[in-house]
């Protein structure tokens, strides 16, 4: 007999708060798992749902369940699935539900369908709390940085790879996208140059970026650049809406290598000359086998060598499926910083 799930619905476009009520408890089939969910991140695409429906996302059909990152434990397994998990494990997942339109694929509720391809083993050390950080963060940092249309960087590996002279540029270190970035472009053997608040700056130096600047002093431009003299470049990465000028601008002055941004955001029409730019989404690792190479092989491997942590640090905003939308009005208010928000369940 199939257990009883209930969900965080948006019963229709643009509807608050979030209704909390029964959901269908869905099977999973081919290369799916269910997971009883113990942990829910929330995401500023999350709000941004909410707040612009049709604005941002014109295919979405209502009622849905939103959210994409949770942690939890294996409770059923689709037959594709079935050599690589088994029920009690202990894991954390990107959910689909943005991509697939079905409200069983999005992450607030208790029971949530995952694909196996973009789902990661958490090691017992690791709590589901601080798991829950890492599904989007991940995807949308390794769509920019590997994707055959935007870096097209060598792909990480743990033990890291052997360091060569190329250096990214991430722009806003200290963000869920860019802790992640700063993390993968060293472990596949890259120097990085990140920019951060100055209270952030040890904290992107433990990610592994080799130097931290201020994004709000009003010479970061020529500092980077000047930092990237006698280096070659591998690109940049361009997160938050404001980044993609002030990193098409560095990019630009830069002699060697490569002059390609992956922003976060939709890059200017104005771009200097010889840069080129590609807004990056982080469902573009769902369609390749990089999704399972980062969830299934580097995230995995990652945490059991410690080369890879989960960053930036949960928050907990709350308990229960009833704490979410109170959490995304936190999250939409803004202020945060090195931080992302968790409801436990």
Not at 38 to 66: C, E
Request: neutral net charge; charged residues 20%.
């Amino acid at each position: 007999m199939a257990p009883t799930n209930r969900a965080a619905w948006t019963t229709a476009e643009k509807a608050y708060p979030l209704e909390v009520k029964e959901a269908e408890y869905t099977h999973p089939v081919d290369n799916e798992i269910v997971v009883k969910v113990h942990a829910i991140a929330l995401n500023p695409v999350d709000f941004a749902r909410q707040a612009m429906g049709s604005r941002l996302f014109p295919w979405t059909k209502y009622p849905t369940v939103f959210g994409t990152d949770v942690a939890g434990e294996v409770v059923e397994i689709g037959s594709q699935a079935a050599g690589k998990y088994k029920i009690g494990d202990r894991v954390v997942g990107l959910g689909n539900g943005l991509e697939s339109n079905r409200p069983s694929d999005g992450a607030f509720q208790e029971y949530v369908v995952l694909r196996g391809d973009l789902t990661a083993h958490i090691p017992d050390n690791v709590s589901y709390e601080k798991a829950a950080v890492i599904p989007l963060g991940v995807a949308t940092a390794a769509s920019g940085l590997f994707t055959d249309d935007q870096l097209k960087l060598d792909l990480p590996t743990s033990p890291a790879k052997p360091t060569k002279n190329e250096w990214v540029l991430v722009w806003s270190g200290a963000s869920s996208v860019g802790s992640n970035a700063i993390q993968l472009a060293v472990a596949a053997g890259y120097h990085v140059i990140t920019t951060c608040s100055p209270k952030n700056f040890d904290f992107v130096k433990s990610l592994g970026a080799e130097y931290a600047f201020d994004y709000n002093r009003p010479t970061v431009v020529s500092d980077i650049v000047e930092i990237f003299k006698g280096k070659k470049s591998a690109g940049a990465y361009a997160i938050g809406f404001t980044a993609a000028k002030p990193v098409s601008d560095i990019i630009s002055q830069i002699t060697e290598g490569s002059k390609h941004v992956a922003a976060s955001n939709m890059p200017p029409s104005d771009l200097p000359e010889g840069v080129t730019s590609k807004m990056v989404f982080g469902s573009a690792l769902k369609n390749s086998p990089l999704g399972a190479h980062i969830f299934n092989d580097f995230v995995v491997k990652g945490l059991v060598n410690r080369n890879y942590r989960t960053a930036p640090e949960p928050q907990i905003v709350g308990q229960g499926l009833e704490s979410i939308q109170q959490g995304l009005d936190t999250l939409k208010a803004g202020g945060l910083s090195a931080t992302k928000l968790v409801v436990t369940l």
